[in-house]
């Protein structure tokens, strides 16, 4: 049982340190990400000073919903594609099996 504690915690460490974002920019700016923690470090365009920050307790930006459906997605529309996708595959099929007797 100690060794499945030990596993579970590790595999908990591993998932909060692991990243989910690291972005770096020419200037040396960047940006790194996990559940646990995130350091960023951004050049002050005023002055010149890098400033970095340490944040805790990080969750990833999910986009909404309403990126991932389109409104004018139609049933109909998407019936037919599949139809006309599917005649061609059994007219193809068709067309193989009639080559493969008539080579015989």
Do not use: C, Q
């Not at 591993?14 to 990400?33: C, Q, S, T, W």
């Not at 365009?45 to 919903?65: M, R, T, V």
């Amino acid at each position: 049982m100690k060794k499945a504690w030990k596993y579970a915690l590790l595999g908990a460490a591993a998932v909060a340190l692991i990243p989910f974002k690291i972005k770096r920019e020419e200037n040396g700016d960047f940006d790194y990400r996990s559940l646990l923690f995130g350091i960023s470090k951004k050049t002050d365009a005023a002055n010149g000073e890098p400033e970095i920050s340490l944040h805790f307790f990080n969750l990833p930006e999910f986009k909404s919903d309403d990126d991932l459906f389109d409104d004018e997605w139609n049933v109909d529309e998407a019936v037919t594609v599949v139809d006309d996708k599917l005649e061609n595959a059994a007219e193809k099929v068709e067309d193989a099996v009639e080559d493969s007797f008539s080579a015989n």
